[in-house]
Nanobody, 124 residues
């Protein structure tokens, strides 16, 4: 099992930037693709971004392409999400997730381990 702890959330004005980090511990050698999901109030959790084990592939939701960047530092067991040009509609709780089996996926059900989430609020 892998434990994931997110950090870096907060309140920012529209157009601003935030960087989220996800620190992994435990059986990190068993993790493959890692991703970020988010859940806004009253909405279902949705995919945001994912990165393959060695960073060869990155996938993004259409709503964040060109604004968000995901990157992975395996030596530090860290996955980060750089979020630029933030919009009020980006407001949500952001979750880090890891899959023990999938090499590349954007499907929530393919992820086995989840963090507790970090709140991102973008004011207009």
């Amino acid at each position: 099992q892998v434990q994931l702890v997110e950090s870096g959330g907060g309140l920012v004005q529209a157009g601003g930037s935030l960087r989220l980090s996800c620190a992994a511990s435990g059986r990190t050698d068993s993790t493959y693709v890692m991703g970020w999901f988010r859940q806004a109030p009253g909405k279902e959790r949705e995919f945001v971004a994912a990165v393959s084990r060695v960073g060869s592939f990155q996938d993004y939701a259409d709503s964040v392409k060109g604004r968000f960047t995901i990157f992975r530092e395996n030596a530090k067991n860290l996955v980060s999400l750089q979020m630029n040009s933030l919009k009020p509609e980006d407001t949500a709780v952001y979750y880090c997730a890891a899959s023990r089996y999938a090499a590349r996926t954007t499907e929530m059900n393919d992820y086995d381990d989840w963090g507790q989430g970090t709140q991102v609020t973008v004011s207009s």
